[in-house]
């Protein structure tokens, strides 16, 4: 890993580079409030913080979608997702956008209990918020994708959860959104493998929480449906596949949404919705996991 470290803190700075000149271009849509940095841990710690964003002029309590991004567990914030939540909320939901600490700096179960200890103040405080707690759903996008699906079989599983030492399940998930999601670490691929030190620590192999980085070694039965975004330009297009079919090996209801057209003559990359939140593909896409959540409504 000390080999990879370097290459990956260049690959990084490059993707940051890339994310604030997207950024600065990106277009919100109109009638969205922002409640900004709000900390669900208080310690000072902005990896603790989170956003909420609400449509204006609601007259009735709006179902809820969590948003955890993605950045290969060690990049980014709840930033580099906030034009792509601002859109999931155009489309009637309150959006929850979360920061969480990143490996390099905490090992892949203190992000799991950063990402838990979201859910449980979500849970405590959505009160203020003219939020439907009855209908909550969760979507994460590359890395977020991973956490997101270990998330679904978590809040399912007792068992699972104690060995985070997450003592509650805060929140019912009533459906997933994974997004170019990486379900199979351990896969025969360098690109993903490298990142397991930094997950798990020196002695990755050894870790109780190796099995965490393959999901079907995890999944569990009655998880939430799950819609699954991928497309023929994702790097990691085969990983959407593995997760599909761990779903239908257990009878999880899923779609997916495989897409292989090209936009303005290029195959679509990973993550493409929420890279380009405001193109045509990612319009189409946005709305079909909103109708799959609504869908799925108590």
């Not at 992000?111 to 203020?128: L, T, V």
């Not at 990142?195 to 999901?215: D, I, T, W």
């Amino acid at each position: 890993m000390d080999i990879f470290k370097p290459v990956l803190k260049i690959v990084w700075e490059k993707t940051r580079i890339v994310d604030a000149k997207r950024m600065k271009t990106e277009k919100y849509p109109n009638g969205i409030k922002e409640f900004r940095d709000i900390p669900y841990i208080e310690d000072g710690n902005m990896y603790h913080l989170l956003d909420v964003y609400v449509p204006d002029n609601t007259g009735a309590s709006l179902p809820v979608i969590i948003d955890v991004h993605g950045g290969g567990w060690m990049y980014g914030t709840k930033e580099i997702n906030k034009c792509y939540c601002h859109h999931l909320a155009k489309e009637g939901f309150i959006v929850v956008n979360i920061n969480y600490r990143l490996a390099g700096n905490v090992l892949f179960k203190d992000q799991i209990k950063d990402i838990f200890s979201a859910f449980q103040w979500i849970g405590e405080n959505m009160g203020s918020f003219p939020a439907d707690m009855n209908n909550v759903f969760l979507t994460g996008d590359s890395a977020g994708g991973h956490f997101v699906s270990i998330c679904a079989a978590l809040s399912r599983s007792e068992e699972l959860r104690k060995e985070f030492d997450i003592p509650y399940n805060p929140l019912q998930f009533n459906a997933i959104g994974a997004t170019s999601p990486v379900v199979d670490l351990l896969s025969p691929n360098i690109i993903l493998n490298v990142n397991l030190r930094m997950l798990l620590g020196s002695n990755h192999k050894k870790s109780p929480f190796c099995k965490y980085m393959k999901f079907d070694q995890v999944a569990v039965s009655g998880m939430p449906p799950f819609y699954i975004l991928t497309s023929s330009g994702d790097f990691v297009h085969s990983q959407s596949y593995k997760l599909k079919k761990v779903l239908d090996d257990l009878g999880v209801p899923n779609k997916m949404r495989d897409w292989q057209f090209k936009y303005k003559g290029k195959r679509l990359p990973h993550c493409f919705a929420v890279l380009d939140a405001n193109s045509r593909p990612a319009a189409v896409v946005i709305k079909e996991m909103a109708d799959y959540f609504k869908q799925h409504m108590k």
